[in-house]
């Protein structure tokens, strides 16, 4: 079953994880629906998370997505990436665990 939402951050970054501490100094995720969108991503980094390793891609407005190591292997085998600079693909959001990462679409489905 798909994703139907995904949390994100005051300025349009997406959360890979969502705290349940917002007493804490956490900020509340915003839920957005999960829809498919086309973009041209760079790679940014990297980022260890609680349970996860994470590559950091942005986009051209400057929001950051972050996305696991296996849907960056499916990204690099089936897409490519040109000095860290994807062409315009179609993404969406996908959750394993109680994590989220942005993923790439194969031809757009």
């Not at 972050?66 to 897409?79: G, I, T, V």
């Amino acid at each position: 079953m798909p994703l139907e939402e995904a949390p994100y951050d005051n300025d349009g970054n997406l959360l890979s994880y969502v705290s349940r501490y917002y007493d804490r100094g956490y900020q509340a995720p915003i839920m957005q629906p999960n829809v498919p969108f086309k973009a041209v991503m760079t790679l940014d980094g990297i980022q260890r998370g609680q349970s996860s390793a994470l590559f950091i891609l942005k986009n051209e407005q400057g929001r950051k997505f972050p996305m696991f190591m296996s849907q960056m292997a499916d990204l690099l085998q089936r897409a490519g990436m040109a000095g860290g600079k994807t062409d315009e693909l179609t993404w969406h959001v996908v959750k394993r665990g109680q994590n989220y990462s942005l993923a790439y679409l194969l031809n757009g489905f």
